[in-house]
């Protein structure tokens, strides 16, 4: 079972990164579906003014076909955030059974089976020339074969493998999911972990990566992880990534997450470095980080990177010295 309060902590890490990449969801979206598959728009008629009938042909099944070789996709085109099918593209589409809004439309049997997109953002997307080769259907299929009944030790290990070996289409999500998922957790071998860490603290170009490797170790509570991401602040300045190590070290240590973080400040000297340590330090939102940014505050005078770091503290001390210092 998945720990409410440390997703919690986790999704904060990545709330107050907005500026980040829309949020993708494709693993909810194969797990949501009644029928999974690489399709392509073939045709479309309008219903009446709010629906549009699309007629889809289904190039390669990955689950739900029934031996349906094209079906109909159920669109209202006026409601917005809405995935829709594209013309003369092969995409994956996860789709739900909707036969029983098209029985209330009147829509003839005849031209069914039913369905209408899920909504989860990042669920329909392009597909290659090679639907056998590409990562996106292959990680589907691992989706697929767990909801038929593969073992969770098969269905753990695979999502690991495209977690620290996969293409980048698809590794965060895998990462994602087998955060989500304590059942699978619980079967990874400790070498499997060993190479989810190793992949979470060398990663420096992917943020939104590096942050769900960190994430699924969080969750895992591995030994010395703090340690070992805080050895990335600096090489990798991203805000997000700083935040979600603050919000990682209070998880792993409570009041004692800023001893850990301020041992690697002492090692840098690039200012820049120190800013996004100092972040991170502020991340925690702990008694002990406000101590130490509020002294810092006090002895150094203007300092944009402890007025970043109170501000991501974001505690009622933090917030008034912020205040302080504008005025």
């Known amino acids: 079972m ?43 008629r309008n219903h009446d003014d709010r629906v549009v009938l699309h007629r889809v042909q ?101 999502l690991a493998t495209v977690a620290v070996e996969g293409d980048p289409a ?17 079967v990874l071998a400790a070498p499997q972990w060993s190479a989810i860490l190793a992949r979470a603290a060398g990663e420096t170009e992917d943020v939104d990566y590096k942050v769900a490797l960190a994430e699924l170790c969080a969750e895992q509570r591995l030994e010395g992880l703090v340690e070992t991401l805080s050895v990335s602040l600096g090489p990798v300045q991203d805000p997000r990534f700083a935040r979600c190590v603050g919000r990682i070290a209070n998880l792993m240590h409570g009041e004692q997450a800023t001893e850990a973080l301020e041992r690697r400040l002492t090692l840098l000297r690039d200012p820049a470095d120190r800013a996004v340590v100092l972040r991170a330090i502020g991340a925690t939102n702990t008694d002990a980080a406000l101590a130490l940014l509020l002294r810092l505050d006090s002895v150094g005078g203007k300092d944009a990177a402890v007025e970043a770091a109170l501000k991501e503290h974001r505690s009622p001390q933090a917030e008034a010295a912020v205040l302080r210092r504008q005025k």
């Not at 990164?17 to 969801?25: R, Y």
């Not at 809405?82 to 029983?100: D, E, F, M, T, W």
């Not at 698809?170 to 619980?186: H, I, K, M, P, Y």
């Open 58 to 158: 289904i190039v390669q099944e990955v689950f739900g076909s029934n031996g349906n070789t094209a079906v109909t996709v159920l669109d209202w085109p006026t409601l917005s955030m809405h995935n829709r099918p594209s013309p003369r593209q092969s995409r994956l589409y996860c789709l739900k059974s909707a036969g029983v809004t098209a029985e209330r439309l009147g829509l003839p049997a005849s031209e069914g089976p039913y369905y209408k997109m899920v909504g989860w953002a990042g669920s329909n997307p392009l597909i290659g020339s090679a639907p056998d080769e590409d990562p996106i259907v292959r990680f589907a299929a691992v989706i697929a074969r767990g909801k038929a009944g593969a073992s969770a030790t098969r269905t753990a290990g695979e």
């Open 170 to 186: 698809v590794r965060t999500e895998a990462a994602r999911l087998l955060t989500e998922r304590g059942d699978l957790r619980l």
């Open 2 to 44: 998945q720990n409410p309060t440390v997703l919690r902590l986790l999704a904060a890490a990545l709330a107050v990164a907005t500026n980040a990449l829309p949020a993708q969801d494709l693993r909810r979206g194969i797990g949501d579906a009644d029928l999974v598959a690489v399709a392509r728009q073939i045709g479309k």
